[in-house]
């Protein structure tokens, strides 16, 4: 069976500090949390940002502070968002977080749901201009289904042109508003998804999480744990870290005999293409990654080097940088060495 991948959502656009005091919010702690679970087995971390009150924000500088710190850690896949900020942003303001240097991935909501007591819009239009600025930046769609409907809007914007196959689906249940999470309607999302696509699922609750984390790992699909969708361990007691979730799956596949990702690993299997030189005016982003605190040589739009040197046994290639740049990380522990 294929590798596992592992994300891990480190807390979301409806996620503070208030619901549970272990929610990470400085970028700081942000990195230090992705490096955690990424030593427990995560191989790619969704982010979101907070600013100095706590609150989400979609404030680019503060999303690339938190990009450099986790990349000067360690090699996760960060993803950024379409779904965060507050109802009144525009499609614009809510895809800021993929602009920054090294954002290899980013949620594409594929339509509207009611959602913690609001509507939660993503209009066609904005469909088409969120899959439109992927598509130029070089970063792969994460296709967030609430939904079976819209597995065949995924499908008509392949038809049109705006998304390109093999596409990356994140099934989300028993949040309010979607599908319940049971194995009879996972079973069933996964029979509608196109021939050939990848899927990882993530489920609200803990008792819909973990039923369903284990049918994905034994169905060939992948996870989503972490905060943003799921702040209990177990039923009434709140986890005290992002980790905690990435170290049971790691158990659980290392139980079922499913091996687990490594970053480069996930990148391969859900054939995440080298980022493209980008700018919407010029085409040369190197001023334009720098003025934003991005650390890269290059913006949103720098090419992304695999493993090509078989003399590259200890340092690792980082995500987001020119492609003859080597970074040397930090010596790292063993990955999935917690019991």
């Known amino acids: 069976m294929e590798k596992l991948i592992i994300t891990v959502a480190l807390g979301g656009a409806e996620v503070a500090r208030r619901f549970n005091p272990n929610v990470p919010t400085t970028?700081?702690?942000?990195a230090q949390a992705a490096y955690d679970a990424y030593c427990a087995g995560a191989s790619i971390v969704h982010l979101h940002v907070y600013d100095d009150a706590g609150q989400p924000t979609e404030d680019l500088g503060l999303f690339q502070k938190a990009v450099d710190l986790i990349h000067e850690?360690?090699?996760?896949?960060?993803?950024?968002?379409?779904?965060?900020g507050r109802a009144d942003f525009s499609p614009e303001q809510r895809?800021?977080?993929?602009?920054?240097?090294?954002?290899?991935?980013g949620t594409l909501n594929m339509g509207s749901v009611n959602f913690f007591g609001r509507p939660f819009i993503n209009a066609p239009q904005d469909l088409e201009f969120w899959a439109k600025k992927m598509k130029r930046l070089g970063v792969k769609p994460t296709l967030m289904i609430f939904e079976v409907g819209m597995v065949r809007t995924a499908e008509r914007m392949v038809e049109a042109g705006l998304?390109?196959?093999?596409?990356?689906?994140?099934?989300?249940?028993?949040?309010?508003?979607?599908?319940?999470g049971t194995a009879k309607n996972l079973l069933h999302l996964v029979e509608c998804l196109p021939s050939?696509?990848?899927?990882s699922v993530n489920a609200f609750t803990p008792e819909s999480q973990l039923c369903?984390?284990?049918?994905?790992?034994?169905?060939?699909?992948?996870?989503?744990?972490?905060?943003?969708?799921?702040?209990?361990y177990t039923p009434g007691v709140l986890a005290s870290n992002n980790t905690v979730f990435v170290e049971r799956v790691t158990r659980l596949a290392k139980e079922i005999g499913r091996d687990i990702a490594s970053p480069e690993e996930a990148r391969e299997i859900l054939r995440i293409p080298p980022r493209v030189q980008y700018n919407e005016t010029e085409g040369d982003t190197s001023a334009s990654c720098q003025?934003?605190?991005?650390?890269?040589?290059?913006?949103a739009g720098a090419v992304r080097a695999h493993h090509s040197d078989p003399s590259c046994t200890g340092p690792e290639w980082?995500?987001?940088?020119?492609?003859?740049?080597?970074?040397?990380?930090?010596?790292?522990?063993?990955r999935l060495a917690h019991p």
Not at 73 to 84: N, Q, R, V
Not at 291 to 299: A, C, I, L, P, V
């Open 95 to 105: 895809s800021r977080s993929i602009e920054a240097c090294g954002v290899e991935l």
């Open 291 to 299: 003025s934003m605190g991005g650390k890269g040589n290059t913006r």
């Open 27 to 30: 970028a700081e702690q942000l």
């Open 196 to 199: 050939g696509s990848q899927w």
């Open 73 to 84: 850690k360690c090699p996760l896949i960060i993803e950024g968002s379409t779904g965060g």
């Open 163 to 180: 998304l390109d196959p093999p596409l990356y689906f994140d099934l989300v249940m028993n949040a309010e508003g979607a599908i319940p």
């Open 212 to 232: 369903m984390t284990t049918m994905a790992i034994l169905m060939g699909g992948h996870v989503r744990v972490g905060f943003e969708d799921n702040m209990y």
């Open 318 to 334: 980082r995500a987001g940088v020119d492609v003859l740049q080597r970074v040397d990380l930090p010596t790292q522990p063993d």
